[in-house]
């Protein structure tokens, strides 16, 4: 069956390309058979996998056979994303300065993972989010709770990465963008199914690695055209970029304390309930791996963050005066393969077809890493808290809650296919700030609360996280990123481009009222199993079932 899906997908790409693509439309030779190298290299790595997911474990978690090093950078290649190196870049590339709000949540929000999360999360977890947040609280009630969240910030950044890889696959092969988006749809569910987590975690890591050479080989041979000098890259930028000095200083995103507030927020605390990143800390052993996981992810994050940066700038002289990467040769008409191309085009200039081919290959791993983890989180969500938890309550056989998993693979697969092309046209940066918001609203109160907080009930989690959920989403629809630039309405409703500075407090304020308002019988018993859930949780155990009897 293995053979049958690899030759699926190696055929499926090139009969599409050869169906739609369109009339004048141009390949890069080069990328494409780079590209078709890494497809085959990683369908090796998932039919490798294939052989050694026997079991839930295995599919979710690996086994919980990952190291703390080899966790950092898988977790290092989820985390850099299509968000960084293509969405990043782009930003800085059109706003300069402003991106910077991007970078620093990005970046800020890691020692709260670190501090907070990791060693709690890993030794009351076994499989996803919900297991801790249900330990000693209603089973049914918060894991149906948290799946719904956690499955609706997966679907958030699933969009972002098919936006991503829909525009690069366009680009490489002059496919129509919606066949570009069912290409990298159909690879994304063939690696879930039959690799698990095994599979995601070495493509990650084997991406990450690339994607660290990559980025820092573009960002030295461009930097070389400045004679590697901050000051005569700065000088020549604000003299190529249409806003000038602006450029280097806050413009349209920092312009209102509001606005940057609340987009710093949703960064800072959104990685904390992102379910594909909280994840992988129940692929190692211990906490003590765990913490390792995070130091490593973090050095390698913040690096690259800085190389982006650099990208980005360079890209502002180099990209931006060479009519080549215009639609028509005219910079109003925009960069050929819309905003989140700039990397792309950069490594054109610099490195030729060979080296964008590279580069190319490498950002498609990234997408198609971070893409399969999130698929996993979400068939996960579905598979284990729905089904196996809720539905069959506990008594589903691991053979049944694999077939869920698979099949909610496909369904999630087809939902990013359709939300990649309704969302063609928006920067992947700014979606991926939403994710976190919603995810900062949703699953970040409720899951700290519930580790920290002895005084958290049932309803008042319940309750905290509708309001954080549904105000997120709400404020996300109303926003200008989507109320304007995807509903085409004349003004937004909310005005602000993250809900987090509102609906993060909401969700905290609610979720404490309620619990402290609370006086029932279950309510006692859930606070007064707090300093049991500690111990336990000390002692490495996981939660496979409730602290309270309900």
């Not at 994303?81 to 970046?107: E, I, P, Q």
């Not at 936006?163 to 069912?182: D, H, T």
């Not at 698979?406 to 939403?434: C, D, K, S, W």
């Amino acid at each position: 069956m293995i053979r049958l899906a690899i030759l699926f997908v190696v055929l499926f790409p090139v009969s599409v390309f050869a169906a739609v693509r369109p009339a004048g439309g141009s390949a890069n030779i080069q990328a494409v058979s780079m590209f078709f190298v890494f497809v085959l290299s990683t369908l090796v790595i998932t039919w490798w996998a294939s052989k050694r997911t026997r079991s839930t474990s295995d599919f979710y978690t690996a086994g919980g056979g990952i190291t703390g090093l080899q966790n950092g950078f898988a977790m290092a290649g989820d985390y850099m994303s299509a968000a960084t190196l293509l969405g990043m870049s782009g930003l800085v590339f059109s706003t300069g300065y402003d991106a910077f709000v991007y970078v620093t949540g990005f970046f800020v929000g890691w020692p709260i993972v670190t501090f907070l999360v990791a060693e709690r999360l890993r030794n009351l977890g076994t499989y996803t989010l919900a297991d801790v947040v249900s330990f000693r609280l209603d089973q049914k009630s918060l894991r149906i709770l948290t799946a719904i969240s956690s499955l609706t910030v997966i679907i958030c950044y699933l969009m972002v990465q098919m936006v991503g890889a829909g525009q690069l696959i366009k680009l490489l092969f002059g496919l129509q963008y919606s066949a570009a988006v069912v290409v990298v749809g159909v690879l994304m569910v063939i690696y879930v199914i039959f690799g698990g987590m095994i599979a995601t975690t070495w493509v990650q890591i084997i991406k990450a690695a690339l994607l660290l050479v990559a980025g820092v080989s573009l960002a030295l041979m461009a930097f070389s055209k400045f004679g590697f000098s901050f000051e005569q890259l700065a000088r020549e930028a604000i003299s190529a970029h249409p806003r000038g000095n602006a450029i280097m200083r806050p413009g349209t995103i920092l312009s209102s304390p509001v606005n940057a507030i609340s987009v710093a927020i949703g960064l800072i605390f959104g990685i904390a309930g992102l379910p594909h990143i909280l994840m992988r800390f129940f692929t190692v052993p211990n906490a003590k791996e765990a913490r390792k996981s995070v130091f490593v992810a973090t050095g390698l994050i913040g690096f690259f963050l800085l190389v982006v940066i650099l990208i980005g700038y360079t890209s502002i002289v180099i990209v931006g005066q060479d009519p080549e990467f215009f639609v028509d040769g005219q910079r109003v008409k925009g960069l050929i393969g819309g905003g989140n191309m700039v990397a792309m085009h950069l490594a054109k200039a610099v490195g030729g077809n060979v080296f964008l081919g590279f580069l190319s290959a490498v950002a498609f791993a990234t997408i198609l890493a971070v893409v399969s983890g999130l698929v996993l989180a979400g068939a996960s969500a579905i598979s284990h808290d729905l089904y196996s938890k809720v539905v069959m309550r506990g008594n589903a056989a691991e053979k049944q809650e694999m077939r869920v998993s698979r099949l909610a693979t496909v369904a999630l697969g087809v939902v990013a296919i359709g939300l990649g092309i309704v969302f063609e046209r928006v920067n992947v940066a700014f979606l991926v700030g939403l994710a976190f918001s919603i995810a900062a609203s949703a699953n970040f109160p409720v899951l700290i609360l519930s580790m920290y907080w002895r005084g958290l009930t049932t309803l008042g989690a319940l309750w905290g996280g509708i309001c954080g959920l549904s105000s997120s989403v709400a404020l996300v629809v109303l926003s200008p990123v989507v109320w304007v630039n995807v509903l085409h309405n004349a003004s937004a409703i909310y005005p602000y481009d993250s809900p987090a500075l509102f609906s993060l407090p909401l969700a905290f304020i609610v979720a404490a009222v309620v619990s402290k308002l609370d006086s029932s019988e279950r309510a006692a018993r859930e606070r007064g199993a707090f300093f049991r859930q500690a111990v336990r949780g000390e002692t490495g155990y996981g939660a496979s079932s409730s602290a309270v009897s309900h």
